[in-house]
């Protein structure tokens, strides 16, 4: 038992007790209890048997609610709450004084599955890739989508955006975490919902044509300092930072990167189909209305639309996988009547049953 401060019924004081399964640390002011912070019980064994037969769970309700409190948190305040991803005990003993338990390697594998988790369980980062790769395989003219490239073409683009936003996100994420920039959460979360709402404008009328790979770089720096919140709430030391960053890192890249490489063929392919326009424009006022929720829900405007969004959002990864393996099937299947790309409508190539060459049908 100890006290911090003297003991009265009109000063602020602190009444600290407790053992090892058993810690509380009461603070008085002015004779009354004013916080009870940090607070630990436990028990060992969690539950027995008496000699009656029944099971006795000493912390039962209390390890419920707390499970359920764990629960009912979404993706976001998860990320929010995780003061680290891993833990280290220090170990006693004969030459083990003072040691922790764990492994850099460890410690550097726990990072990368964090970054990775970050992007899995995230809801706002993946759709801007998605959203900005959607228009890839169409050529823009007069202001709007008309006609398609050639599926070299259109992987080249998707390759180069996904590059250069990885390389803006990084480039932030490094600054941020190193510089240890303190900048206001909201600013950056808005700044990303309106990057997701000018992606899904310009999929359906092009704004920037060509320019993908530029926009998804300076968009990536906004993404990066969002991703660089994380390791600042885990307050790592300068010793562990370099590593950490390192491991975060990569664990975006790697999941990111499969996921774009899963997303590609879906991409490459439905935008060769005859209802290709519709799926692109469905799809990119889906995720402009979405966004525009998430703007508004960040600006302080609370909305259905951004709660009904973030709850879609966490499911981004099994629509993507399941468009991907359709997209993959009608490629090793059946031909799906497809519209001809410009270069096949020059050449006489895709020429339709009477001989005719066929137009290139604007893509609304």
Same mark, same amino acid.
Request: proline share 5%.
């Given at each position: 038992?100890?006290?911090?401060?003297?003991?009265?019924?009109?000063?602020? /004081?602190?009444?600290?007790? *407790?053992?090892?399964?058993?810690?509380?640390?009461?603070?008085?002011?002015?004779?009354?209890?004013?916080?009870?912070?940090?607070?630990?019980?436990?028990?060992?064994?969690?539950?027995?048997?008496?000699?009656?037969?029944?099971?006795?769970?000493?912390?039962?309700?209390?390890?419920?609610?707390?499970?359920?409190?764990?629960?009912?948190? +979404?993706?976001?305040?998860?990320?929010?709450?995780?003061?680290?991803?891993?833990?280290?005990?220090?170990?006693?003993?004969?030459?083990?004084?003072?040691?922790?338990?764990?492994?850099? /390697?460890?410690?550097?594998?726990?990072?990368?599955?964090?970054?990775?988790?970050?992007?899995?369980?995230?809801?706002?980062?993946?759709?801007?890739?998605?959203?900005?790769?959607?228009?890839?395989? %169409?050529?823009?003219?007069?202001?709007?989508?008309?006609?398609? &490239?050639?599926?070299?073409?259109? =992987?080249?683009?998707?390759?180069?955006?996904?590059?250069?936003?990885?390389? *803006?996100?990084?480039?932030?994420?490094?600054?941020?975490?190193?510089?240890?920039?303190?900048? !206001?959460?909201?600013?950056?979360?808005?700044?990303?919902?309106?990057?997701?709402? &000018?992606?899904?404008?310009?999929?359906?009328?092009?704004?920037?044509?060509?320019?993908?790979?530029?926009?998804?770089?300076?968009?990536?720096?906004?993404?990066?300092?969002?991703?660089?919140?994380? %390791?600042?709430?885990?307050?790592?030391?300068?010793?562990?930072?370099?590593? +950490?960053?390192?491991?975060?890192?990569?664990?975006?890249?790697?999941?990111?990167?499969?996921?774009?490489?899963?997303?590609?063929?879906? =991409? =490459?392919?439905?935008?060769?189909?005859?209802?290709?326009?519709?799926?692109?424009?469905?799809?990119?006022?889906?995720?402009?209305?979405?966004?525009?929720? /998430?703007?508004?829900?960040?600006?302080?405007?609370?909305? &259905?639309?951004?709660?009904?969004?973030?709850?879609?959002?966490?499911?981004?990864?099994?629509? &993507?996988?399941?468009?991907?393996?359709?997209?993959?099937?009608?490629?090793?299947?059946?031909?799906?009547?497809?519209?001809?790309?410009?270069?096949?409508?020059?050449?006489?190539?895709?020429?339709?049953?009477?001989?005719?060459?066929?137009?290139?049908? !604007?893509?609304?």
């Amino acid at each position: 038992m100890a006290f911090l401060g003297a003991p009265s019924a009109t000063g602020t /004081w602190q009444l600290h007790f *407790g053992g090892h399964h058993l810690a509380v640390n009461l603070t008085y002011a002015n004779g009354r209890v004013a916080g009870t912070t940090p607070f630990f019980v436990g028990v060992e064994p969690t539950s027995f048997t008496d000699d009656d037969g029944a099971t006795v769970e000493a912390l039962a309700a209390q390890s419920d609610a707390i499970a359920a409190l764990a629960g009912s948190l +979404s993706a976001k305040q998860k990320t929010a709450a995780t003061l680290s991803a891993s833990f280290s005990d220090v170990l006693l003993g004969p030459d083990k004084d003072g040691q922790e338990e764990g492994s850099t /390697w460890s410690g550097f594998a726990a990072m990368v599955k964090l970054g990775g988790s970050h992007i899995l369980e995230g809801t706002d980062h993946l759709p801007f890739l998605l959203i900005l790769l959607l228009p890839a395989p %169409l050529l823009a003219a007069g202001g709007r989508w008309r006609g398609l &490239v050639g599926a070299r073409a259109a =992987v080249r683009r998707i390759g180069l955006t996904t590059l250069a936003f990885t390389i *803006g996100h990084s480039l932030a994420l490094a600054i941020s975490a190193v510089t240890r920039l303190d900048v !206001p959460a909201w600013p950056v979360e808005s700044f990303i919902a309106a990057s997701i709402l &000018v992606g899904a404008v310009h999929a359906v009328r092009p704004i920037f044509p060509g320019r993908e790979a530029v926009v998804a770089g300076v968009f990536g720096l906004g993404h990066g300092m969002a991703f660089s919140f994380v %390791l600042a709430e885990m307050d790592l030391s300068a010793g562990r930072l370099a590593l +950490s960053l390192l491991g975060f890192n990569v664990g975006i890249e790697l999941v990111q990167l499969g996921l774009v490489a899963l997303a590609l063929p879906t =991409v =490459v392919v439905v935008a060769r189909t005859r209802f290709g326009p519709a799926v692109r424009i469905a799809g990119a006022t889906l995720t402009g209305i979405a966004a525009a929720g /998430w703007l508004a829900a960040r600006l302080g405007f609370d909305n &259905v639309v951004a709660g009904v969004a973030d709850n879609l959002g966490s499911h981004i990864t099994p629509i &993507v996988v399941v468009l991907a393996v359709a997209a993959v099937a009608a490629m090793a299947g059946r031909r799906v009547p497809t519209i001809p790309t410009i270069a096949q409508v020059r050449s006489g190539r895709d020429r339709s049953p009477r001989g005719k060459a066929p137009s290139a049908s !604007p893509h609304r």
